[in-house]
């Protein structure tokens, strides 16, 4: 069974970096498949951020591809996200996913990110 | 970008009845359109992709139709466990976009 897990602070002052990893089992990053964030302020809908696969090719949003880096860790079956000088715009659930043919399946079950000082 | 706008925002309906959601892009998007649903607290789960495709494990009372620019998600008779919000979200171009999204709630 594919499961994803987003782990990472839950409140980050403004100005800072925002950084979460997705921890993935049920199946292996290497196999090819693409893994993909995407995030939901509260009360509103889905942003797609960033895309990546095994071998570290990347795809951004334009509105976040300044300020967004995506990594991952073949060795830990896990994807980071990395979002810098975020603001309150920034609070949101962020959910990691497997990518299929840029269509998302499975999700994780989210966590929400506040920014505040 | 693509922009997709979904229709109506929201949809009253009873358990039994039929659910039609629309999704309409801003440009084609080919067949490359996939639906999600969404409950309170869960995250989006994937209904149909490429347009009328239902993805592992979902009732066959969801389906969806549509290609280019015009797209349906059809929920046939309502199910309780049914009213929730649905997003469309399409894969033709970067980046990826999703609709705004429909609440279908207990009428």
């Known amino acids: 069974q594919v499961q994803l897990q987003e782990s990472g602070p839950g409140l980050v002052k403004p100005s800072e970096t925002l950084s979460l990893t997705c921890a993935v089992s049920?199946?292996?990053?290497?196999?090819?498949?693409?893994c993909g964030w995407i995030r939901q302020p509260p009360g509103k809908g889905l942003e797609w951020i960033g895309s990546?696969?095994?071998?570290?090719?990347?795809y951004y949003n334009p509105s976040l591809k300044s300020r967004v880096i995506i990594s991952v860790d073949t060795s830990k079956n896990q994807f980071s996200l990395n979002l810098s000088s975020v603001t309150a715009a920034d609070t949101a659930v962020y959910y990691c996913?497997?990518?299929?043919?840029?269509?998302?399946?499975?999700w994780g079950q989210g966590t929400l990110v506040t920014v505040s000082s | 970008e693509i922009l997709l706008t979904q229709s109506p925002a929201t949809l009253s309906l009873s358990p039994g009845e039929r659910a039609t959601l629309s999704c309409r892009a801003s440009q084609s998007v080919s067949s490359y359109l996939a639906w999600y649903q969404q409950k309170p607290g869960q995250a989006p789960r994937l209904l149909i992709y490429?347009?009328?495709n239902r993805a592992t494990g979902i009732p066959a009372r969801f389906s969806g139709s549509g290609s280019g620019t015009d797209f349906t998600l059809t929920i046939s008779s309502l199910e309780p466990e049914d009213f929730a919000v649905y997003y469309c979200q399409q894969r033709y171009n970067w980046p990826l976009t999703f609709g705004g999204g429909t609440k279908v709630e207990i009428k």
């Open positions: 996913s497997r990518v299929v043919t840029n269509r998302f399946d499975p």
């Open positions: 490429d347009a009328s």
């Open positions: 049920g199946y292996s990053i290497s196999s090819g498949y693409y």
């Open positions: 990546i696969n095994h071998s570290g090719s990347t």
